[in-house]
């Protein structure tokens, strides 16, 4: 399996796994207040690089339900890369659209990573607008803005965790 299909089928997952979770949030929200979830994800591989480079984050989910059943969360997380003994975070802030009609896009906007190096600027951004259809994940529907890990742009960011 090529290096971007593996990035693809990754992106997928997760937000396949974030998609599911935000189903069985709005459930319990519809007609309700927002509804806050905290959390963190365990250290996994995030497939930028020819060689692990792991990644987790710390979490906090603000989703609310309309009426027609749309949700939409807004994510905020401290997100770390790490590898080599060497680390790196992104403070994030996206917001995600999920439309019952068509649960299968996957529809963000905002900050989703920024990883800068001091004195150098940013080496891995994804930040913007886009849609996947998750059923096609290969290539996007939306793309607007900066997207290294869409776009399998990521050759400085491993640079820097393999030297």
């Known amino acids: 399996m090529a290096k971007g299909d593996k990035l693809m089928r990754r992106l997928f997952l997760l937000m396949l796994g974030t998609t599911m979770l935000l189903l069985a949030i709005a459930s319990a929200a519809a ?5 806050t979830t905290v959390g963190q994800t365990s250290p ?17 989910l603000t989703t609310i339900a309309k009426p027609d059943g749309t ?17 790196l975070t992104s403070n994030d802030h996206f917001t ?3 439309d019952p009609t068509r649960p299968y896009l996957i529809d963000i ?4 990573i920024g990883v800068e190096l001091p004195g150098q600027g940013p080496i891995l951004l994804e930040v913007g607008h886009f849609i996947i259809d ?3 994940p290969g290539s996007p529907i939306v793309e607007a ?5 869409l776009d ?7 640079a820097f965790f393999a030297a």
């Not at 949700?71 to 680390?87: C, E, M, P, S, Y």
């Not at 906007?109 to 989703?112: I, R, T, V």
């Open 71 to 87: 949700l939409i969360t807004h994510i905020d997380r401290i997100l770390t890369f790490t590898a080599n003994g060497k680390t």
């Open 152 to 158: 399998h742009d990521t050759a400085t960011f491993c």
């Open 109 to 112: 906007s905002g900050h989703l």
């Open 44 to 60: 996994v591989n995030s497939g930028y690089c020819s060689f692990p480079v792991y990644r987790s984050d710390v979490f906090k």
């Open 96 to 98: 995600r659209f999920v």
């Open 145 to 149: 803005g900066q997207h290294n890990t």
């Open 134 to 136: 998750v059923r096609h």
């Open 31 to 35: 007609a309700e207040p927002p509804m």
